[in-house]
């Protein structure tokens, strides 16, 4: 048990003594896929310190059984790898609206919930511009998928 806390201690304090890249004011862009179709989201994201920021997605996504529209918020914390290379973290939630495409459900929209992890990569080059790929696990709560999605998307922002 002594072991186990030590390396729990050992790994906490890595994490908090890991230096972080200064992260752009801005950086605006699109965030492109999804777990189960194909989606497309607007995303903004705000840099609140050297190294966490405030992320904002509104995005479009659809399959065979539904189209829908979503707004996702997400705090996250960036350290820096090597030079331009950063990993970040974070949770969020988020708000959507489902419209079905099957004649079972064509009565009524879906109005959803969800919460959300982030973990990923990018590369700020050294023009304004950063490549990020990430993988978001999201648990649903609504009548129609109360279930955990997990969503893999290819980013690319304009950083100002």
Request: with cysteine; proline share 1%.
């Amino acid at each position: 048990m002594k072991k186990i806390f030590l390396c729990a201690l050992f790994v906490t304090g890595c994490l908090f003594q890991a230096e972080a890249q200064d992260i752009a004011n801005n950086a605006l862009g699109l965030r492109l896929g999804d777990s189960d179709g194909f989606g497309t989201e607007i995303s903004y994201q705000r840099g609140l310190g050297d190294n966490h920021r405030l992320e904002i997605d509104l995005g479009w996504r659809n399959n065979d059984d539904y189209d829908a529209y979503r707004l996702a918020g997400l705090y996250q914390w960036v350290w820096n790898i090597d030079g331009g290379f950063n990993w970040y973290a974070g949770a969020g939630a988020g708000l959507g609206n489902r419209d079905f495409n099957d004649n079972i459900n064509n009565d009524d929209d879906d109005f959803f919930a969800f919460v959300a992890g982030d973990i990923g990569i990018e590369y700020n080059f050294d023009i304004p511009l950063i490549l990020s790929l990430d993988f978001r696990p999201e648990i649903g709560f609504d009548d129609y998928s109360d279930d955990l999605d997990l969503d893999i998307a290819l980013g690319i922002r304009y950083q100002f």
